[in-house]
């Protein structure tokens, strides 16, 4: 399904520090976004009604959801939610790793007439980063976008192109993963749902069981016993 200019679109996004949600179509621009990073289940619902009541919208046309990395609680949330309304509704729902999303969102907004190269990190923990980087004027021309990584940041950075334009969401915590200074880093604004919209907008769409979150990370029980927590306790015993 290919979407046009008389569509609505809820856009929603709770996979990192933002709780963002977005109504956007003929006669609604209305924008959600609050720096939350745990009162996702709490804040996201509550604004999606909010503002479909406010606009009279009783189903949008599609969901554009962003998918992941980062928060499993979050990404969890968020992506749940796209999907649990997208079931309800019997509408699609278009999906974009939360890297793109915000890389493409720093390419329409805050360098919207630059070319560069850009970067994002994301605080993954564990002293790692979830991070991609694009140029930004192929990101505004539709090109395929940054491919997610789960990443110690010193390779990370060591990789970049030079005079890249490096942000991230916690710039002192991504700092002393890689014992630099936070000055390197420059933060990373709130993203616009809206951006969401629109990078996901002619993309394809699906319904709402094909929506998958994108972890990138394995939960640590996983990692430690991948064939299952009672055949690794009797290997190890």
Request: net charge neutral; glycine share 8%; proline share 9%.
């Amino acid at each position: 399904m290919n979407s046009n200019n008389e569509e609505i679109c809820l856009a929603i996004d709770a996979t990192n520090r933002w709780v963002l949600a977005g109504l956007y179509g003929p006669g609604v621009n209305e924008t959600f976004a609050t720096d939350a990073p745990r009162e996702s289940f709490r804040l996201l619902f509550p604004a999606l009604r909010t503002m479909l009541d406010r606009h009279g919208v009783s189903r949008p046309d599609w969901i554009a959801a962003a998918l992941g990395p980062g928060s499993f609680t979050g990404v969890r949330m968020g992506v749940g939610a796209a999907r649990s309304l997208a079931q309800l509704w019997r509408i699609p729902v278009s999906g974009a790793n939360s890297i793109h999303f915000y890389c493409y969102d720093l390419a329409a907004r805050t360098l919207r007439d630059e070319d560069v190269s850009v970067a994002v990190l994301l605080d993954g923990k564990q002293r790692r980063v979830y991070a991609g980087h694009a140029q930004t004027a192929a990101l505004r021309a539709g090109r395929p976008g940054p491919e997610p990584r789960d990443i110690a940041p010193e390779e990370f950075l060591r990789e970049l192109p030079p005079g890249t334009r490096v942000y991230a969401d916690d710039p002192q915590a991504v700092a002393s993963y890689c014992e630099r200074s936070a000055d390197e880093f420059a933060p990373l604004p709130a993203p616009s749902p809206a951006a969401l919209c629109a990078l996901t907008r002619n993309e394809p769409r699906v319904e709402w069981s094909a929506l998958r979150p994108l972890y990138l990370r394995e939960d640590p029980a996983h990692a430690k016993y991948p064939r299952g927590m009672d055949h690794g306790s009797r290997t190890n015993s």
